[in-house]
């Protein structure tokens, strides 16, 4: 693996956004969690706010840019559940009261983890929020987000984009390094292809260095996954029909330069490969254990693919 590009701690990525790091570098968070302030007033919105374990180091270097700014924070943007993202939100509300700066008080927002549940806290944390909804704007001086629901790598995830500067906080979907895991692959594909459809002028990653070409990155993303999905058909194909592989197995086929701590999560990207060829009729499984499904198999599974495709389409 090539080192990571290193990243200053605080640093100002346009005329309304300063990126923030989240002092929790890592395996699975590279140079640690990006949060943006965002706007140019003395009121901003805040995307993401790091993890709980760094916390205390973390809201130091936001407490210092937000005293030099002479401001504060009126909305918490969160992409998503996980704790590198949202477990730092209460040290942020606490700190936000001991600033010069007052004003009412600040309103963290997030999707729930399913658009028709209402659920707005979360058990771990105890972080309480506010539900967004697709589309919605948020909006402080100097900056208008638009809230784009892109699930995929987790049920709840949202995309942010400053529309002022077209520039697109992409939270995990799209990191600034590496690739990013991801609970369904189907949805995550087509939040993607989503992605693409905004056209972003830059995007601003949950981890990692600034994306400067969207279009060429998240395309890589969606060809680096259908590349994948071939290489682990292909293995499956190379195995006679009385054998069966675990996802372990196809990591060590595919996963050879890769080093082995990290095989455990490949392993979980591999698994989520083959629920979606599952579904396709195009693999079957069972107590872990993977084999392609013969040609006449995957005709016949395809052809009650389609049949339960029309079936929904004509109830629409």
């Not at 049920?155 to 609970?183: K, W």
């Not at 594909?189 to 905004?198: E, H, N």
């Not at 198999?297 to 495709?309: K, S, V």
Request: hydrophobic content about 35%; aromatic content about 6%.
């Amino acid at each position: 693996m090539k080192p990571l590009t290193d990243l200053p701690l605080i640093s100002r990525l346009s005329s309304s956004v300063i990126r923030i790091l989240g002092c929790n570098r890592g395996p699975m968070t590279l140079q640690g969690t990006n949060t943006y302030l965002v706007g140019t007033g003395t009121r901003r919105i805040l995307v993401d706010a790091g993890e709980e374990k760094t916390a205390n180091e973390y809201i130091k270097l936001l407490q210092e840019v937000l005293k030099k700014e002479n401001a504060t924070i009126e909305h918490l943007l969160i992409t998503h559940y996980h704790l590198d993202h949202l477990g730092g939100v209460n040290y942020v509300l606490n700190m936000l009261k001991t600033l010069d700066v007052g004003g009412s008080s600040s309103t963290v927002w997030k999707l729930p983890r399913a658009l028709e549940d209402a659920e707005t806290t979360d058990p771990e944390t105890k972080v309480q929020w506010q539900a967004l909804k697709d589309k919605q704007i948020v909006e402080v001086e100097g900056a208008k987000i638009c809230v784009e629901y892109t699930p995929g790598h987790t049920s709840d995830h949202a995309c942010f984009m400053l529309e002022n500067e077209e520039i697109l906080f992409s939270g995990d979907c799209v990191l600034g390094e590496g690739t990013a895991i991801f609970e369904d692959l189907h949805t995550y594909l087509t939040s993607l292809k989503k992605m693409l459809a905004m056209k972003p002028k830059m995007i601003f990653p949950g981890h990692g260095p600034v994306i400067k070409e969207p279009e060429i990155i998240i395309n890589q993303y969606i060809n680096h996954r259908l590349k994948r999905e071939n290489e682990i058909l292909d293995v499956l194909q190379r195995n006679t029909k009385d054998i069966t592989l675990s996802e372990m197995d196809i990591v060590k086929h595919l996963y050879t330069d890769t080093s082995q701590h990290l095989w455990q999560v490949a392993a979980y990207g591999v698994w989520r490969h083959l629920e979606k060829l599952s579904k396709e009729g195009r693999v079957k499984g069972e107590k872990g254990k993977w084999q392609k499904r013969p040609v006449s198999d995957t005709l016949q599974q395809g052809e009650r693919h389609l049949d339960a495709q029309e079936t929904f389409d004509g109830d629409k």
